[in-house]
């Protein structure tokens, strides 16, 4: 076996086979990552001329001339194969100590346990703990933080989208259903329209008390993914003028029952049902013309940014416009994706992050439960490993973090 800087085409021809291959690890987010000064390298483990393992390795500058080295989502190798991922670590270290580098940083798209729709470890599942110990005796540690998420909700899609929509919780499927008689619609945006899209994403962070990015990153993020076909950025469009039209057709067709009743004498309670459905429904025309005077005629209510890279569909950002979330629009957002992935032939849709707390009175418990109504399963990751090339520097930047803070 030998250790070689990979071409970047040659490298991306064996990530897209890869078992573990992910968006984290494509040229365009190597791309996206020197935008924001990091250096990009591709090596990899070559045996008979064959790529037996390889990553995407980023640089940065720190302190004192020295580098952090970060593999987002790699390392791309078979973590049970302690032979080979020991020969790549060993090259690796050699690699960054010649580049200056003191840290090596790894988070491996690689499912420790698994795990069931509650997050329950399934008896007799797969278990690669094995990976995890063979992590330690070369020296990894467990991060005390993590880049990316450690926890995600995923959807397997080898059934047919009837049965998709069937094994969904009562409240998820009415939503969906609900979402269609409002007549809501998913469209992808332009570039000229990112600006919405990150307004709508912009109202559920602060509502949450979450960060969001700005826009040049969804710029970048549309220019390197959106128009690869690697990224689909969309919004749902909810017409509240056809809403009134509908509320307003109703009115004429209960008024209408209600004279025929009349006139053929029906009982008085079972016109009230109808007078009483006529209260709801002018009820929700107020409403709706609210809206519609503060909106217009159409306006988007929800919107996402989807990864569609290799065997599945990445669910990465996402937001609603609060007082519209009653029409469907975040339950819509998800169908019409998954729809889109099954029909595009995708294996998996993932929901992405949850916090992997499980309590109902936790308060992120609210989003698991959300992505949860859809069915599917929990996937517990392997976390973010720290390997040590320089001792010394990584002390001493340590100890400057704790100063700092």
Known sequence: MKFEILEEEDFQQFLDHHPLKNFMQTKEIAALREKNGWKKYYVGVLKENRIVAATLLLSHPRRFHCYEFYAPRGLLVDYEDFFLLQFFVEELKKFIKEKKGYLLRIDPYYVLRERDINGDIVEGGFNHEQA??????LGFRKSKTNEQISWSFSLDLDQDLDQLLKNMRNFTRRSIKKALKNHLT???VSYDELPLLKEILDATCSRKNFANRDLSYFQNLYELLGKKNLARFVV???PLKELVDDAERE???EKSIIEKMKKNGSKEEKIQLHEQKIDQIEKHL????ILREKYGDV???SAGIFITYGDEVLYLFGGNIEELMHFGGPHFIQWEMIRYAKENGFKKYNFYGISGCFDPKDASYGVYDFKKGFTGYVEELIGEWELVILPGKNLLFRLIHCLRH
């Open 186 to 188: 998913l469209r992808d």
């Open 251 to 253: 009115i004429d067709e």
């Open 236 to 238: 749902a469009d909810l």
């Open 132 to 137: 995890l110990s063979n992590l330690k005796k």
């Open 299 to 301: 306006v988007s209510a």
């Open 286 to 289: 107020e409403e709706v013309k």
